[in-house]
């Protein structure tokens, strides 16, 4: 089997007494979408938050793309080709949503020592940034500040933006967190129509919408991988069902 | 105002400058030159210091260390015998950028409350420096022989002087709008809107903010050039904390993130502070609440007030 | 150079870090709780200075002068508290920075029509007068090592109320996770008044003790601020701890430097060189020593979110 393109191995980390990541291992395969769930408190965040590069892990390895990535900060994995949105919404809420974009775009297209030149006015910018919007059917709302978009077109704004990064690993922190039922279709619509040509690792609570997009679930508890494999595999795993499934099979 | 309203105030106030000398001269009162050249470099300086302020969210509360550095660059120079404004300038604006690239490269890897006092110390530091160098007047500073020459350009004259202080600060606004808007300064401000989000995209900001900071120094020293030129005098106070704390109100009056804003600000401060000393010693006990209640209430600034193209304010 | 000498330096770079640390102890913790950028601190330590020294002139008692200026600084500072800051504490940095530099303008110009820009006279209190022979051959002014006695027994005080009253607990999580004490039930509001007034008295203690020392001017309060900054930096803000490591650390640095770079440079470079050169390096040698600190740790020695 080929290398998968983000393999983990032993992540550990330590917050006081806390043991978020409890040695963690993970294998994410190309072009499949991996979902992350589990209870809360079970260490999903912190477990983002290594992938990203916002925390240091105390242990273990990253690799991604066949490269290790451990000691490399966020910026650095972006540029490798890993992208993310975050649970809390996390745009330029003062730049225009086109701005956005833009930016990421532009932090993908060589260095940004360029003082002369609008960056507004520049086609190679504009243009790809235009065609994400599209995507996300926010072109319309191009020139309104971030700030002022309704909380779902802001989450769509922050997939454009990690799409705008021609990334080649998605890690999206609950895409659809706050979104109501019909927004959520939708995400969940555009989202299964990425599969298949960008991996993407998913962190949701949702479980419909897990079992719709996902290939394969991990289930996390207490800091460690309880049980990793198809949503079949996983439905029917007898410690899952305990540890987690089963408190909300009433729900 | 048409559509564009705060570009007619831009087009307004610097065509009103450029009216201050023959109005005064018409008026006998050679003064409001002087005055409004002074206005002029404050106002050079304080909008250095809104590119990373304004658009950088670098609160530098040392940038009148600038100032100094390129006041005594033109001061020492001229002391050795060097007074040709041609070798002086350059000289102040590589010597302000170099310092800023020293402090700027430690400072900037802190942020928040670190970096406000960080930049106050290293500047306190240059500041207690000057008043050491015993030979350049220590802490009562020393005169300068003459202004810097400039050959044809002769800066004993106030109208040649102050002209060439207009187009300087018309050179930078235009070159300021280029900056903030070009791909670096989109960097910038997206760091300043949401650093972890900018990273997350793929910024790194560091060498962007810091080329930002080495930039306002320069452009800061150059107004240091000016305003020992303008003064024909130079002392460590130009570097004092409480001068740093001048320039960013005047950024803060006139409207943080502007570019224009900050020359409206040292015009309006400059101004009120001409007009309050004519009532008493102690105008600064009139000043200091002035400029709590700006802070409290009325952040957005003068310019601020005046809606920009697409009809936002502020 | 005598090993005299440099024990005397020492005990005055002691002196010195002590006053540092009562300064720098009330700002970190400021900063830390309330998240409260506060450049007024050092307006406290003057209005101190002053009101010790004037009550001092009237009633002629140096005790009743000490009583009475910490409780006026501690009301001034309540005072400062209640109107213009509690504005500040949901603001960003720089309205704080620039909110305080107001009120710095206002002061200074208040204690110039008060008692005129000259520096004020404050003499040494007739029974700390005077020398003590701590050993054989080293005199030392009985002053300076009340005051260095009094700086460490409020160091000493400090230590026992964080570390172990339930006043100092609250401190503690709040430096830690400000949020999380407000939640808890806290009443927040007290806390932060109690906080800043204990500041303010530390502050004022500092500038009733430095009258004699220093020069009681307007402004004198920013020159000691600038320092009081460099402590914190290098001893990671809101870290009582680390104010006192950092504030002894600066008060040496400071005063050794001033007292020995200049004879120690001349034993390496020529002495009219080290004559120049000598004074301008220890004026900037503690923030040659904040660099090096921050180069190798730049949230400082003892970050208290560790």
Redesign the interface.
Known sequence: MAEPLLAIRGLAKRFGGLQATDGVDLDVVQGETHAIIGPNGAGKTTLIGQL?G?LRPDAGTMRFGGRDVTAL????R??LGL??S?QIT??????TVL?NV???V???AGH?????????A?HA?RVPALAVLASVGLDGRA?V?AGNLAHGEQRRLEIA??L??KPRLLLLDEPVAGMGLEESQRMVGFLGALKGGLTIVLVEHDMDVVFTLADRISVMVYGRILATGTPEEVRANAAVRKAYLGEDAAA | MGRRPRAVVVVAGLLLLALVPPVAAALAQPFYVDLFRRMMIFAIAALSLDLILGYGGMVSFGHAAYLGIGAYAVGILGFHGIESGLIQWPVAILASALTALVIGAISIRTSGVYFIMITLAFAQMLYYLGISLETYGGDNGMPLRTRSQFGPIDLRNPYAFYYLVLALLVLFLLLGARFVNARFGMVIRAAKSNEPRARAIGFSPYGYRLTAFVIAGGMCGLAGALLANQTEYLTPDFMHWTRSGEIMFMVILGGIGTLFGPVIGAVVLLLLEDVLSAFTAHWQIILGPFLVLVVLFAKRGLFGLVPDAGGRRG | MSVLLVLEQGLNGLQFGVMLFLMAAGLTLVFGIMNLVNLAHGSLYMIGAYLAATFFGWTGSFLLAVALSLLATLVVGIVVELTALRTLYERDHLDQVLATFGLILFFNELIAILWGRAALYTGVPPALAGYIELLPRLRYPTYRAAVILVGLAVALLLYVVVARTRLGMLIRAGASNRTMVGALGVNIRLLYTVVFGAGAALAGLAGLMAGPIYAVQPGMGEQILIQVFVVIVIGGIGSIHGALVGAILVGMVDTLGRAFLRPVLSTVITPTAADAAGPALASILIYVLMAAVLFFRPQGLFPPRG
Do not use: K, V, Y
């Not at chain 1, 900060?73 to 650095?76: E, K, L, Q, T, Y």
């Open positions: 990203a916002d900060d966020a910026p650095a972006s540029r992208a993310r975050f996390s745009i330029f809420r003062d730049l701005d833009a930016l990421a532009q932090a993908h940004s020592f360029r003082f002369w030149r609008s960056a507004r520049d910018l020139d500040l933006m990690a705008a990064t």
